[in-house]
């Protein structure tokens, strides 16, 4: 009895002090608005229960201060939770309806709802849709704590064991991610970094005019109309570039890039696919993601070189300025799939669709839901693949299990992939460094440490609601500038490989270079291969897949790169003793090292040799 007595406190005592971070963290309350129900939140974890006043988290949203029935959750209660509560969910309604209608109505959205129900019986897509409607025109917007308040009933009850596994597996994850950029930044650090001198800079603008083009050329086959902005200089014109934006983006997520290219004497295409830009969110219906656009992106992509050759061929202002015979690819997101298809990779619906089987909430990254659409593309019996595309940079891409585990074996030319630690939309374990290690062709990373999916964009052309979603906050302009210096220099060295100049820009596809840009918030390191030990935990990971629930496969992972990073601490450790001795253990050798015999002279000027017998 007393052993139970004790439990039941325990359990009362643990789950008091997770309670507000579930709710304010962001699982339930950040998909939501405002209105005037429920009244508190009541958490039952077994014989143990705690009950949150809604108003008490009002309260705190508005002035800061800590209600005194909330004061044991005073470390929880931090200024950037206070900002989640209290600042509005700017997100645009078409959008909003279209994906909870998403969930509701695809399989794709039956886990969610599943573990929604298990959580909340009483909390369905259909209610928080219902409530958002009701708070939407309040004058305070839709916040965490007004969706709170218009779900039906008085008090919202819910399951503290699955709350519980939900969120031991988004820790999991979290704590995943932090080791994995941890371990990243000590194996790829340059162990004698060397001062980089070069007799350019490639990141400094070049001294052409840039001249932009925008035009819209019509598919008739495929009945898709296809914007680009062109941008190109009048003389010399340089190798071409092909800009592809990822997922409900537009062409113009990195001018900021195009036009330094361009600024240098390249000719860069920036194209636009009208399946998923930002404006096929809110005008089409359907899915989110139409299984089609993993088919249509591609042949976006060829239909607009086969167009641009006819211009080369036949317009008064291009002709014979276009150079189609090598072009490289830059794409982000759902456009590094665009690009790895386009260099060969074999897209595999039925590994897709295994993977997506298995999912677990909280063990995966919105891509990996994204990714399943492709299980559901009807492929063309014919390759995909344009020969005219010789060269890959591939931004924080979507790759994933799209490809299974051979299917970007074919994709043998230069890929240059730039990866984020911190991307909250496409983990860097499964849809950057997974994909990377498959590839078999000259291949090269760039490890952006604590960056997020966006922060490679341009912040004049990135929507300011996507910054604000409180599981990708993303850093203030002022921080990511040093590393937009870095990819216009970086993006144009590796594209003038394939030039008669590419010796010249060698040089700056280094992890000296890189050095040069890394900051404190956002250190860079370049490497043309996975350390050994990141390659080890990524085939370990894979196995544990087959093997292990996801939690103890997470719990594992975690493990194996705490294991690596305390081999990094205890090696760091060690060389910092060493210099701090007055005395170096390598003097101590050598002093105490046998002298070898040495050769002198006597006083009758005779050469003789030092004894090795000992005295007697």
Known sequence: MRVSHSIKRFAHNWIKRFSVAVLTGGTLVSV?????????????????????????????????????????????????????????????????????????????????????????????????????????????????????????GETLSLNGAALLRVLSQLGLSHLEQTALSKVLYQELREKSPVPFSGRFEPSIPGNRRVEQWS???????????????LYWTEFNPGPTVILSHGFGADRHFLDYLARHLASHGLTVVALEHPGSNVDA????????????????????????????????????????????DKITLVGHSLGGYTG???AG????????????????????????????????????????????????VLMNPLAGHIFGDKGLRQVKIPTLVITSTKDGIASISDQQLRPFNQ????RSLVAIIGGTHLSVGDPQNINPALTQVPFMPEHP????????????????????????????????????????????????????????????????????T?????????????????????????????????????????DVANRLAPRAPKTYRTAEGQSNRESSRPAE
């Open 439 to 442: 590839l078999t062709g000259p």
């Open 345 to 392: 990779g074999k897209v595999n619906p039925v590994a897709v669709a295994n993977f997506c089987n298995g999912l677990a909430i909280g063990a995966s990254s919105p891509a990996d839901w994204f990714q399943c659409a492709a299980a559901d593309a009807e492929l063309p019996p014919h390759s995909l693949a344009d020969s005219r595309i010789t060269q890959l």
């Open 546 to 586: 087959h093997r292990f629930t996801p939690t103890f496969k997470s719990i594992a992972s975690l493990l194996h790169l705490e294991f690596i990073d305390a081999q990094h601490r205890v090696a760091n450790l060690r060389r910092d003793t060493l210099e701090r001795l007055p005395v170096r253990p390598t």
């Open 32 to 152: 939501a608005t405002s209105a005037k129900a429920v009244e508190t939140v009541t958490i039952e974890l077994g014989p143990a229960e705690t009950e949150i006043h809604v108003s008490d988290l009002e309260s705190f949203a508005q002035t800061g201060q800590v209600p005194t029935r909330l004061k044991l959750y005073r470390s929880f209660l931090t200024p950037m939770l206070q900002q989640t509560l209290y600042n509005p969910l700017d997100v645009e309604p078409t959008i909003r309806d279209r994906f909870l209608q998403d969930l509701i109505g695809t399989e794709n959205g039956r886990p969610l709802v599943n573990m929604l129900s298990e959580i909340a019986p009483s909390l369905t897509p259909e209610a928080i849709q219902t409530a958002i409607g009701e708070v939407e025109a309040g004058a305070n917007g839709v916040t965490a704590i007004s969706l709170l308040q218009a779900l039906p």
């Open 477 to 544: 302009e002022e921080e990511t500038l040093p590393l937009r210096h870095y990819l216009n220099g970086t993006v144009l060295s590796f594209v003038m490989q394939q030039t008669h100049e590419a010796k010249q820009y060698r040089p700056f596809l280094s992890s000296d270079y890189a050095q040069l840009f890394s900051t404190d918030q956002l250190p860079i390191r370049y490497s043309d291969r996975l350390p050994k030990s990141v390659d080890r935990w990524l085939a370990n990971r894979d196995r544990l």
């Open 340 to 342: 790895l298809v386009l």
């Open 281 to 324: 969110l809110v005008k089409e219906e359907g899915a989110l993601l139409p299984p089609h656009e993993f088919v249509q992106r591609p042949q976006d992509v060829s239909f607009i070189l086969n167009r641009l050759e006819d211009l080369n061929r036949h317009s008064f202002f291009l002709k014979g300025r276009l150079k189609m």
């Open 215 to 229: 035009v819209s050329f019509r598919d008739h086959e495929r009945d898709r109309v296809i914007p680009i902005d």
